[in-house]
């Protein structure tokens, strides 16, 4: 688990590399909520059959804050799984950015994958940008990617105020 919660008068940078072997696993869960400009760049190399990884990530961005997440995914061997999930919630002026890539070489035969990128806006100016790609040469696969935006309907403002939450959160 990584989580970034710095000052918002910070700027962060961080790069996490991980090559995983046969049959070995990866998991990691990234949280930003903090500094006023952060990206996390995440390179998994899966380098033998059976190895697989599993990507979470959440960003909370505020008021003029910038978070910015960043995946490579090589699916170096046949056989091996990943999986990526990010979640973004963003406020009024702040922003979040998604740029995942996974690829898998012809000699990546029987590759499972998927990645999906889910984020609600919580105000007018919130800016969202994702970017979930595939580089896929490999005929024997099964993969997916995604992602949606959403802000908030009437039926969701209605279910958080029976709960006590008001909507000037």
């Known amino acids: 688990t990584y989580a970034q919660d710095l000052s918002i008068r910070s700027r962060h940078l961080e ?6 072997g046969g049959n070995a696993s990866y998991d990691v869960t990234v949280l930003q ?11 998994v190399n899966l380098t033998e059959v059976g190895a697989n990884c599993s990507l979470s990530g959440v960003s909370l961005a505020g008021d003029k804050q ?4 960043h995946s490579n995914i ?5 056989a091996c799984t990943s999986r990526q999930q990010q979640r ?24 499972d994958s998927d990645q999906l990128c889910r984020s609600i806006m919580l105000g007018k100016r919130a800016r969202i940008i994702a ?3 595939l580089e896929i040469t490999a005929d024997n696969i099964v993969c997916s990617h995604g992602a949606s935006v959403t802000d ?4 969701s403002m209605f279910y958080l105020a029976a ?3 008001d909507r000037q959160v």
């Open 15 to 20: 790069v996490i590399s991980a090559s995983v």
């Open 33 to 43: 909520t903090g500094a006023s400009i952060a990206r996390v760049n995440i390179h």
């Open 66 to 69: 910038s978070l910015d997440m």
């Open 74 to 78: 090589l699916h170096d061997a046949r």
């Open 88 to 111: 973004n919630v963003i406020a009024d002026r702040g922003e979040a950015i998604f740029k995942g890539r996974i690829q898998i070489p012809k000699h990546a035969q029987l590759t």
């Open 131 to 133: 970017m979930p790609t």
């Open 152 to 155: 908030l309907d009437e039926n």
């Open 163 to 165: 709960r006590g939450i």
